[in-house]
């Protein structure tokens, strides 16, 4: 194990990894989350949520230049990930509760409303927020995931879509995601994050953190039922129609969802911009950050208070 390897075996926090940002525990309802923050503490407050497998992490390319800007850069551990607490039943991870952790997370930070960005099952989360605490948002910005509306469509009408989210039925099995996963240190997941992505996205330093995050107790387990919930509950939202503006930014290339959901998902916006890079994967922060941050800021910016 390299020596970075090493380090982050207890957990990957902006401390031991020396970048910008501090760690804090926060209680958040029934859990209590880690939640990585920075930027000044009256700065305009900006809400990043990770996807699968990922965890704060996934934006810690941001946190320096967002706080730059005067930002105030709020990165949850979500529930089950990394060194937040990891609920062991599975309807613990339905969307409902995942919303609800985010709209804790703003009142335990005394925070009236944010502007909220999401990639991958961050991005739905942020879709459900949006369409039921509108009132809690400033902006809303997705990043490579559908409106919920437009998903359950492609999956009911679309095979090229269908075929692309087969892993979702995998994960429906019991037991056997998990143990598959940590074979070889977690090669097939390390595998599968470069071949979906364009080369040198990730490093090999990014995977030992990742393996660090992947391994706490109980994590795999707790990342793995989100999509278990998903399937059991097969949750509607309240309504479809999306009234916070909103960004939908999108690679092209993505390897598990199709271009056309970008299109279908801002249909379902009062106010939105679509930005489509057609260049980037399903990992558009990783590979395109400056682009992004652009796109962000400037989307947060029309609408300041």
């Given amino acids: 194990m390299s020596s970075l390897g090493s380090a982050v075996e207890g957990g990957v926090t902006p401390e031991v990894l020396q970048i910008r940002g501090e ?9 209590e989350l880690h939640v ?31 706080a730059d800007e005067g930002y105030r850069v709020i990165v949850p551990d979500q529930r089950g990930y990394h060194l937040s607490d990891k609920p062991e039943a599975v309807d613990a991870y339905h969307p409902d509760e995942l919303a609800d952790d985010v709209l804790g997370l703003l009142d335990a930070l005394d925070l009236s409303d944010a502007h909220l960005v999401g990639h991958d099952w ?5 879709w459900w927020v949006g369409l039921h605490a509108p009132d809690r948002l400033r902006t809303l910005s997705v990043l490579n995931v559908p409106h919920p509306t437009a998903f359950r469509h492609a999956l009911s009408n679309d095979w090229e879509q269908r075929l692309k989210s087969w892993y979702v039925l995998f994960f429906q099995l019991p037991k056997i995601p998990e143990a598959l996963a940590k074979m070889g240190e977690y090669r097939t997941l390390c595998d599968l994050m470069r071949r979906s992505s364009q080369p040198g996205t990730f490093n090999e330093a990014d995977f030992d953190c990742y393996r660090a995050a992947w391994s706490r107790p109980g994590a795999y ?3 793995v039922n989100w999509y278990r919930a998903i399937a059991r509950a ?4 309240k309504t479809e129609r999306v009234g916070v503006p909103t960004l939908v930014l999108w690679g092209a290339k993505d390897a598990f969802l199709t271009r056309s959901l970008a299109l279908q998902s801002v ?3 009062e106010n939105s911009h679509l930005v489509v890079l057609d260049d980037a994967t399903h990992w558009i922060q990783h590979e395109e950050p400056v682009r992004v941050q652009r796109e962000l800021t400037d989307h947060f910016g029309m609408y300041q208070p």
């Fill in 23 to 31: 760690s804090q525990f926060v209680e958040v309802g029934n859990v």
């Fill in 36 to 66: 990585v923050t920075a930027g000044p503490k009256d700065g305009e407050p900006v809400v990043l949520l990770h996807g699968f497998p990922e965890f704060w992490y996934a934006w810690h390319e941001f946190l320096g230049p967002l």
């Fill in 122 to 126: 961050g991005a739905f989360v942020a």
């Fill in 221 to 223: 387990r707790s990342m």
């Fill in 234 to 237: 097969n949750p509607r939202p």
């Fill in 267 to 269: 249909e379902y916006c």
